[in-house]
């Protein structure tokens, strides 16, 4: 633990940097800090306001209205192009970033958001049910053996993400670009890329984009039953075809929320078993679909993936005595409300049997609710369902070695973890 870390329960409200990388990769502290004494603040670097409690992150995600989803001066295309000529030559190339679904707000966003809302219907998600399964089953086969594992790359990232490629109809062999995409996207959002890096991302979006603008040309004359093909297939009130800017905007963010956000949900869902063993035995004596699902809630509360979201104001907003003035950054801060003593009482502790732990808001609230959120319900359920099965006495292979979570404005996850077990079948 660093010196700022230790100095953030204590130090004056103006000395915290919310952006900081470090305070970012662990921001529990800062995270109560702002709740108890700045519930609306403002990042003396980066300007962007910080809104924390339950109550208000609710309430600013009902209201988009006031709280808008489209970022028009800090698009991706603006933010990476800006002194940076290598990023703007590279992106030139490709397709512009535009507004869909998640940077979109009603009634455009309802419109791109029902073509694929189907996809994840009950109906839907139980006939994936033995995919996922199947594919828990196959990737545990792989290290069961060993009786260690690093669990990040070897369950949880090729869960989910063999899912979603299933869902957008590209072929396994093509898993490591869906990857190599992934985490492109997602140092991009990181707000922690230097020059190169910017670069480099730029270089694998504009293989994103050509990789799928030839797999949607494919699908327009010949159309399959995947999300793929009902996306290019689709049309705003049936007689504006999606162009491919549209369809790509909505492909990159089916494909990072379809599967970033739930790996790093089971893998800090292993770590937080280890480290509450009672909660585990908990789990253990009774694995039923109940006790999963509620160890998967409760995971999700306390891991809180989407940990931010971006929203702008669209006129001036005074909230806790404090003025945002018009056409501010804000966020939403999902992680941060989900640790709100007021609405979960003693908030910090891992507690699978907290009455209200389905409150959380770790896959937002309102009409920008994850459309993601129920297929990554079911992939953790299942998931944890196998592992319950064949893996038990979960332990860190390097006790003493804290694990490492990456530092990202949006995203909250781990690097890695190495992680023994014991084998049941």
Not at 369 to 394: D, P, T
Request: net charge negative; charged share 20%; hydrophobic share 40%.
């Amino acid at each position: 633990m660093t010196e700022m870390l230790d100095s953030i329960a204590s130090c004056p409200i103006s000395a915290i940097h919310p952006m900081h990388p470090e305070l970012l990769a662990c921001p529990y502290t800062m995270n109560q800090r702002l709740i108890a004494d700045a519930p609306v603040y403002q990042d003396p670097d980066s300007g962007i306001w910080f809104i924390s409690r339950y109550d208000d992150v609710v309430a600013m995600s009902m209201d988009h209205g006031t709280f808008s989803s489209v970022m028009p001066f800090i698009s991706n295309d603006a933010g990476r192009s800006a002194g940076n000529e290598e990023v703007a030559e590279v992106m030139s190339k490709g397709y512009p970033n535009v507004a869909t679904m998640l940077t979109q707000d009603p009634p455009l966003q309802r419109r791109y958001r029902k073509f694929v809302d189907g996809t994840f219907s009950p109906k839907s998600l139980k006939a994936l049910e033995p995919f996922i399964e199947s594919t828990s089953n196959m990737l545990i086969d792989q290290f069961i053996d060993a009786g260690q594992c690093e669990f990040l790359s070897e369950f949880g990232v090729p869960l989910p993400l063999r899912v979603i490629a299933a869902q957008l109809g590209t072929p396994v062999s093509d898993l490591p670009l869906l990857r190599k995409w992934t985490q492109a996207f997602i140092a991009n959002l990181s707000q922690q890329l230097d020059h190169d890096g910017q670069v480099q991302a730029a270089k694998d979006m504009l293989e994103f984009q050509l990789y799928f603008v030839e797999k949607m040309e494919q699908r327009r004359v010949q159309p399959e039953d995947d999300i793929l093909s009902k996306v290019v297939n689709a049309s705003i009130d049936g007689d504006k075809p999606l162009d491919n800017a549209e369809c790509l905007s909505m492909l990159s963010q089916i494909l990072v929320a379809g599967n970033e956000t739930t790996s790093s949900a089971l893998v800090e869902g292993i770590l937080l078993l280890i480290r509450n063993p009672d909660q585990y035995e908990l789990v253990r004596k009774d694995p039923s679909t109940e006790m999963i699902s509620n160890l998967v809630e409760e995971i999700l509360r306390v891991s809180s993936p989407s940990a931010n979201m971006f929203r702008r104001t669209t006129k001036a907003v005074e909230l806790h005595g404090v003025t945002i003035p018009e056409n501010s950054v804000c966020f939403a801060r999902f992680a941060s409300a989900n640790q709100d003593d007021s609405r979960f009482p003693d908030a910090m502790k891992f507690d699978i049997t907290r009455p209200n732990l389905k409150e959380h808001v770790a896959f937002g609230k309102g009409v920008h609710h994850c459309l993601g959120a129920a297929l990554s319900r079911r992939e953790m359920n299942v998931g944890f369902k196998v592992i319950f099965e064949r893996l038990a006495n979960f332990r860190l292979i390097e006790p003493e070695v804290e694990p490492v979570f990456a530092p990202n404005a949006l995203l909250h996850g781990l690097t890695g973890l190495q992680v023994g077990f014991d084998k049941i079948s």
